[in-house]
């Protein structure tokens, strides 16, 4: 066990310089503060590969390290956006309202204020009064509440629920999905006070910096990014290297047995899921602002399970993996259905990969499962010769559940 | 799903690094933002491959200002932020001079913060619900004025309906047409009552429920109409149970806003003949350049494929920026804008389309009943109706008006006589 | 040279024709023709008129055509005639008067009058007097759908007088149907109506409600003091209960009998115009950002004269109180109104009971259409306990086979019988070699599973969009399965719906067969209970494990050409379906088929519910749906139907 602790925190070091690295080159390279090599939207690009880096961990702490197959962790990361998305888009509104009111003879009363901003919000969906959701839109600082307590207590809530009456395993991820797909449908419904399927955009107009260029604001939020990302993974090592890790991987392997042994399985899960769904909501809150809008379909119930794959193919079980998986995979999709990938000509057929692609990634994902459990971060095992030789009573990883080597070999 | 397709962009601009894109005359580049992958790639697919046709006839007619245009198309993947990555990514990477694309009114939405920014030209193609106006944005499609009042015009006079059931999928589009409706029904006498509204998620299957719902609308002797709003697959069902259900026309008549000639070849239309549909074109007008175009456009892409209405629009919207840009001697984005306003072009279904200072097109309106062989008998034709970005309908919007020409003002209070703000709402 | 002498004389001939007695059809159709040509519905009417009214006997023939699209007119001569097609775009002219062929002429000579629906309304109207005793049924039946479309009283004398010609007995029951209803509405004699009334009264026809309906029609009105007796009075209104204040002092307002209202935005406007060197009506303008400052401020300039004072509290009430507002019905009879409202009660009551017993079949309808499409998962979750996340992706499969078949053998009976065998194959198949391929290597890892059969989901919805594209696929139904089993005007269910059920139930019957009579199923059960035990007993696992994950898949195969026939095909059917499946088999209790049965009817009853409840919004019942079925498995985790016991394991 010394030695993975070793590992890990070796791991953690060399995690972090290079995300200082990679952070330093894209600045200087940037068009915002740099000679403007890459432009500002591959800089946008690679802050919300850093959210998504982020909620990749959360991901892999209530799996990898829990064994709770979430399917829900995306929908907490949208909340977040949408939470600080609400604040963005009354604050920008209403300097513009304000603006133009205060040219009018007669000074505007504060209700007609709200009321033009309402107009100006929800005009497009056909209402223009303010939903009580949006109570508290008009302060940062409570809406940044929000982005951590709103997905938190939902979590909460749903969690209590769930592993109060032991729903577990797959019934959990069934049920998680379903929870999402609800608030997807939920957030689809145009009088829900969210603005619908439009949902809320011109978020990356940052109000009372309309006048800076969107190329430096894109640097800010790249280095936000990067920041929450090294917070994140020091915070998430912390957590699972100390005796709380120790008995999620316990929980992961044998609930039962950990149970027995008089630890409260179900209180250590929800706070668990709870602080995660936080986590995977303050990332939502720093992506959102970069790509510009959010709305419904970003929740849908499969955004949640292609987190899962970049973990699995990433890596479960290993923070760093989760960081590979959520950006190796999001990029290298990107690259193929972006139609940069050339065309392969077989004489008889063309195989475009926009078309290909996803056949390509679904049948990989498989053969990962199949046949590479530990995933890309299994190679790193192989770099350290940590092959199965030197496991005695190390747990065999998260694929295998309780099964002891012995077990293992049968 | 469409997050890890968002990173897309940055793929390009890795090409931009080792390659830095440099800004030269010639060609000229008409950025195409269409998505050709993901759900919405069914609509606009056609939509790029009617804009490359058109980029391909102006090269042979000999390009423009001496330069032989270019389409650089990219593929925003139905995924709406990625449509503001795509955009920006056309504007500062690949320095295009005019963007023609998006199809939903939230990928509009997306892309506008980012034309405006970088003052890009933008040619929208597709039915909206209007209640915008974006100095950087040129709407070719029909506002409500264009599409559903006169549809609903047609269903007051010609039909005598006097109740209505208002079906729409549930989305920005149907709910707004919707309101304005439901507000300009209220203006002509037609009560609460009489005004039945639903809204059924996208794809939406099981349609026994609501059809029966509007069938015993009936209940009180009034004719009843259906005005639909529902969009793309969800049509396949609902006109399936309409027709199980033994629903003539004549006994309720269903006008739709979303489906045309594309549209009904998925569809066995033999139960469906004598409903309608508003559009500010059919592939069955009778023109000689609509011959010319459809003809064209045959042999591209294949004899069975048909033609539509947002093919027009764009086909109305390039002819009118070609002109423009041959007026203004140049392609860049404030000279053709000046030269856009009371630009002509004749329509493929005959008569004339001016460009307004609103940046709405003036076009005629056609009603059409649905065929045994998936096309539209055009039964009304009205002259040209000027584009109206702002609804004259909704209290809060009949007092603004867009001039960019004149007031250089896109949500304009005509009654305190201010500019409200320059920028559009998204 | 030949042809234009030819039209020219054809012309000149025309107008003599035009001019002499011997063409007065043409003669009355020219003098309409700016009428017919300008062809909307507000205008056209006289020239119906004229055509009908001439007395001619051509007059039926002129508006048959018309109504059919089949009126021409030359446009060398401006003359209508009845068009016929001959051949590719020739037409055949018929002249009116004389019913003979006067040429042919291709269709760019000529000018098609094409009525739209509500002109052929109104000359389906004017038909009616010819059709209602024509020899031909089927214009017979026509005139009589025109009269039900657009009943008037002028059709009942006539349609009176044809009762007793009628020889169709069907036709006589639907006039002797039409005729009550008219009398309903129209009869001069108001015992004769209330009789037709009481007579039919608990008919469901919505044609009945239609008529009984538009006679209780009310309009509001408004009298200083009370109403006059002579009015036929349902209801009196008082504000601030049965009609709200503001609403009923706008009433009174609209009747010019007290001043407007003025609104918030008046009151700005009206203040912004009256700025005084930076007051208004003595208060600083920056101090206008407070309602209630403002409204002093109107309320001074309204003393100085400036503004129409704006109307108090007191006062409005004082207005209120000084005015009646009341209902008060068209129809001045109130026998008719009582016998009318008391006939809609009657028939009220039964609508509702059949309105929920429609409830209850759209319940069962969405019911088995859930069952069918998880009882495939039934047996390979509930069953096998593998989570197969690719279920959906069989259901579409299933779908796609049956388009395919129905792309080869067009007949569409034909094809349906062969592609649900069919389709039942290639999933089973597909099942089959998913289970050897992947599952089999992972049965002790269920949360692997899912992942691995996601993949697969993945790669084989994109297949289908890379074979068949991403645009819906057309499954037509048989012919005799189009349409609806009509119980009356509020029962009614789509025979494809009845189909489904039938489908279901087969299938439930199946599954019964083989867990409970075949050695399959003995064999299966043994498996799931306790594996090694039966592998001791001589049980091949890996064949039944196989042959049960391939049942299921084929099932859900089947399931896909049953749900492709009522919805659409597209490669995202399978996901539209997927979670719903999961959660009725968890809803239900896992390992039972009575128990997915139950889900289902949960979930389908359960949506259906809401939807009635709230019907406008579809998009929300199926939220509270899942809402609700998310909070029913917390507090009862192992579903309706919980195995318990050893069967139960873990």
Redesign the interface.
Same mark, same amino acid.
């Given at each position: 066990m010394q030695r993975a602790y070793q590992g890990r925190n070796r791991s953690t070091a060399i995690f972090l310089l290079l995300l200082a690295v990679f952070t330093l080159v894209v600045t200087l390279l940037s068009e915002g503060v740099g000679i403007g090599m890459v432009s500002t939207s591959f800089v946008k690009t690679l802050g919300k590969t850093l959210c998504l880096a982020l909620v990749a961990i959360s991901m892999d702490l209530v799996w990898g390290y829990a064994g709770i197959l979430s399917l829900g962790h995306f929908a907490f990361f949208g909340l977040g956006g949408y939470m600080i998305g609400m604040w963005l888009m009354y604050e920008r509104t209403r300097e513009i309202v304000v603006t133009s009111l205060a040219d009018a003879p007669i000074p505007p009363t504060a209700q007609e204020v709200s009321d033009a901003v309402a107009n100006q919000i929800f005009g497009v969906v056909g209402t223009a009064e303010f939903p009580l959701i949006w109570t508290f839109a008009d302060s940062l600082f409570a809406q940044l509440l929000l982005v951590v307590l709103v997905p938190g207590i939902l979590a909460g809530v749903f969690g209590w629920l769930a592993f109060r009456s032991r729903v577990a395993g797959v019934y959990l991820s069934i049920l998680t999905q379903a929870m999402t797909l609800a608030l997807s449908l939920y957030l689809f419904q145009n009088d829900n006070g969210l603005r619908g399927n439009n949902g809320l955009s011109g978020l990356q107009n940052i109000p009372g910096l309309t006048e800076v260029p969107q190329a430096l604001v894109s640097v800010w939020f790249f280095w936000g990014a990067a920041f929450a990302l090294a917070a994140g993974y020091l915070l998430s090592v912390w957590v699972v290297s100390g005796k709380f890790g120790s008995v999620l991987r316990g929980i992961r392997d044998d609930e039962a047995r950990v149970r027995f042994l008089g630890y409260p399985v179900e209180a250590y899960k929800l706070v668990l899921f709870a602080g995660t769904a936080c986590l995977a909501g303050i990332a939502g809150a720093l992506y959102y602002p970069q790509a510009g809008i959010i709305n419904p379909a970003e929740l849908a119930p499969i955004a949640s399970i292609y987190l899962a794959v970049w973990v699995a193919i990433g890596g479960r079980g290993r923070l760093y993996g989760a960081v590979i998986g959520a950006g190796f995979v999001s990029l290298v999709s990107s690259w193929f259905t972006g139609g940069q990938a050339p065309d392969v000509p077989l004489g008889f057929y063309t195989i475009k990969w926009v078309d290909w692609w996803l056949v390509v990634l679904g049948l990989s994902f498989v053969l990962v499962t199949l046949f590479a459990p530990k995933g890309i971060g299994g190679l790193f095992d192989l770099l350290e010769r940590r092959i199965a030789p030197d496991r005695h009573g190390a747990d065999l990883g998260p694929d295998q559940g309780a099964l002891r080597e012995k077990e293992a070999s049968e | 799903m469409n997050n890890y397709r968002s990173l897309l962009a940055g793929t390009l601009a890795f090409s931009a690094l080792t390659a830095p894109a440099y800004a030269a005359d010639c060609p000229i580049k008409v950025g195409v933002l269409h998505s050709l992958s993901g759900t919405m790639a069914i609509s606009e697919t056609t939509l790029k491959d009617t804009m490359l046709m058109l980029v391909e006839q102006q090269n042979a007619k000999g390009g423009l200002l001496g330069c032989d245009l270019e389409a650089v198309v990219v593929d925003p993947a139905s995924d709406w932020p990625l449509f503001a990555e795509k955009a920006r990514e056309l504007l500062s990477v690949h320095e295009v001079d005019v963007i023609f694309g998006n199809w939903t009114s939230v990928s509009r939405k997306s892309v506008l913060p980012v034309v405006e920014e970088l003052n890009g030209l933008l040619f929208y193609p597709v039915q909206y619900e209007g209640e915008e106006s974006s100095k950087n944005v040129f709407y070719t499609g029909a506002a409500p004025n264009q599409q559903a009042i006169p549809a609903t015009d047609y269903f007051l006079e010609e039909l005598g309906v006097e109740k209505f059931a208002l079906l729409g999928t549930d989305y920005v589009y149907p709910r707004t047409t919707n309101n304005i409706l439901e507000s300009y029904l209220k203006s002509k006498d037609i009560a609460d009552s009489d005004i039945f509204v639903n809204y059924t998620p996208f794809g939406h299957s099981d349609w026994s429920k609501i059809v029966a719902d509007v069938v015993a609308l009936g209940a009180d002797g009034k004719k009843v109409g259906v005005i639909s709003t529902i969009n793309g697959d969800a049509n396949i069902g609902f006109y399936k149970e309409l027709a199980a259900a033994g629903i003539s026309a004549d006994d309720i008549p269903v006008i739709a806003f979303s489906v045309g000639e594309e549209e009904l070849s998925g569809l066995d239309t033999a139960n469906l003949v004598g409903h309608l549909a508003a559009w500010n074109y059919f592939q069955s007008a009778e023109s000689d350049a609509n011959t010319g175009f459809i003809e064209a456009w045959k042999t591209k892409m294949g004899e069975e494929r048909v033609t539509n209405d947002p093919m027009e629009a764009h086909y109305i919207g390039f002819n009118m920026w070609v002109n423009a840009a041959t007026e203004a001697e140049s392609t860049e984005v404030d000279a053709v804008r000046d030269k856009m306003y009371g630009q002509e072009f004749p329509n493929l279904t005959g008569g004339t389309a001016v460009m307004l200072p609103n940046h709405h097109l003036a076009k005629p309106v056609l009603i059409g009943e649905i065929q045994e062989d998936g096309q539209f008998d055009i039964v009304s034709q009205t002259a040209e109706v000027p584009g109206d970005a702002w609804t004259d309908f909704l209290p809060e919007s009949a007092l603004l008006t867009s001039d960019w020409k004149d007031l250089n003002c896109g949500m304009y209070n005509t009654e305190t006589e201010t500019c409200v703000q320059t920028l559009s709402n998204y | 040279m030949k042809n234009l002498l030819l039209a020219v004389l054809a012309v000149a001939m025309s107008c003599t024709l035009l001019h002499a007695q011997e063409a007065p059809m043409q003669t009355i159709l020219q003098e309409q023709s700016a009428l017919i040509l300008d062809n909307?519905?507000?205008t056209v009417a006289p020239a119906i008129a004229a055509v009908s009214d001439s007395g001619l006997p051509q007059a039926q023939d002129v508006l048959q055509a018309w109504q059919a699209k089949n009126l021409w007119q030359r446009s060398a001569d401006r003359l209508f005639f009845r068009g016929e097609k001959v051949e590719g775009k020739t037409y055949a002219l018929y002249d009116f008067d004389s019913g003979e062929v006067v040429g042919e002429a291709p269709s760019s000579e000529l000018k098609q009058i094409?009525p739209?629906?509500?002109?052929?309304?109104l000359i389906g109207s004017a038909l009616v007097r010819f059709q209602l005793q024509d020899p031909d049924p089927k214009r017979r039946l026509a005139a009589l759908t025109s009269v039900q479309?657009n009943p008037s009283a002028e059709v009942l004398p006539s349609l009176r007088e044809s009762l007793a010609e009628e020889s169709d007995p069907e036709i006589l029951a639907m006039k002797q149907r039409a005729e009550r209803l008219l009398t309903m509405a129209y009869d001069a004699d108001e015992d004769q109506r209330i009789a037709a009334m009481s007579e039919m009264s608990g008919d469901l026809g919505?044609d009945v409600?239609?008529?009984?309906? /538009?006679m209780l029609s009310t309009r509001r009105a408004v009298f200083e003091g009370p109403p006059p007796d002579t009015l036929n009075i349902p209801e009196t209104l008082v504000p601030g209960e049965t009609i709200g204040v503001t609403e009923a002092y706008d009433t009174l307002v609209a009747a010019n009998l007290v001043p407007a209202r003025v609104t918030a935005d008046e009151v700005? $406007?009206a203040?912004?115009e009256h700025?005084v060197g930076g007051t208004?009506g003595g208060v600083p303008?920056?101090r206008?950002?407070?309602?209630d400052i403002?409204l002093q401020a109107y309320a001074a300039l309204a003393q100085e004269g400036k503004v129409p004072p704006a109307p108090d509290t007191a006062q409005i009430a004082q207005a209120l109180a000084a005015h009646s507002f009341v209902k008060v019905y068209l129809e001045p009879s109130a026998r008719v109104t009582d016998a009318a409202s008391e006939a809609l009660d009657t028939i009220a009551l039964t609508v509702g009971a059949n309105q929920t017993f429609?409830?209850i079949l759209?319940g069962l309808?969405?019911t088995s259409?859930y069952f069918l499409a998880a009882i495939g998962l039934a047996i390979t979750f509930g069953v096998m306990g593998v989570?197969n996340m690719a279920h959906g992706e069989f259901i579409m499969m299933g779908a796609y086979t049956g388009y395919v078949v129905q792309q080869i053998v067009p007949n569409h009976t034909a094809s349906i019988l062969l592609a649900i065998p069919l389709a039942f194959a290639v999933t089973f198949a597909a099942g089959v070699l998913m289970e050897r391929l992947?599952i089999r290597?992972?049965y $002790?890892? /269920?949360?692997?599973t899912?992942?691995?059969t996601?993949?697969?989901?993945?790669?084989?919805?994109?297949?289908a969009? $890379?074979i068949f594209?991403?645009?819906?696929?057309?499954l037509?139904s048989p012919s005799w399965l189009?349409?609806?089993w009509?119980i009356n005007?509020?029962v009614?269910?789509?025979?494809?719906?009845i189909a489904i059920f039938v489908l279901a139930v087969f299938f439930l019957c199946v599954y019964l067969f083989i867990m409970r009579r075949t050695r399959l199923g003995l064999e299966t059960r043994a498996v799931t209970q306790n594996p090694s035990m039966a592998a001791s007993m001589g049980i091949n696992l890996n064949k039944v494990n196989m042959m049960t994950f391939g049942l299921g898949s084929g099932i859900a195969g089947v399931a896909g050409v049953a749900i492709g026939l009522?919805?659409?095909v597209?490669s #995202?059917l399978g996901?539209?379906y997927i979670?719903q499946s999961?959660?009725t088999v968890?809803v239900g209790g896992v390992g039972n088929i009575w128990g997915t049965l139950a889900g289902a009817a949960m979930i389908g009853f359960l949506q259906?519910g809401i #939807?009635?409840f709230n019907?406008? $919004?579809?998009?929300?019942a199926?939220?509270f749906m899942?809402?609700f079925?998310?909070?029913f498995?917390?507090?009862r985790?192992r579903g309706i139907i919980a195995l318990k016991g050893r069967a139960a394991g873990d």
């Open positions: - | - | 909307s519905r507000r094409k739209n629906s509500g002109i052929r309304a479309r919505v409600r239609a008529t009984l309906n /538009p700005r $406007n203040l912004a700025i208004v303008v920056h206008l950002d407070d309602p403002r429609d409830l759209d309808s969405l259409i989570i992947v290597w992972l $002790n890892r /269920p949360l692997e899912l992942l691995a996601f993949g697969v989901s993945i790669a084989l919805q994109q297949l969009k $890379n594209g991403t645009q819906a696929r057309p037509t189009d349409g609806a009509v005007d509020v009614a269910i789509s025979y494809i719906r009522f919805a659409k597209t #995202e996901s539209d979670v999961f959660m968890v259906k #939807e009635w019907p406008s $919004n579809t998009l929300a199926q939220t899942i809402v079925i998310i909070m498995i917390q507090f985790p």
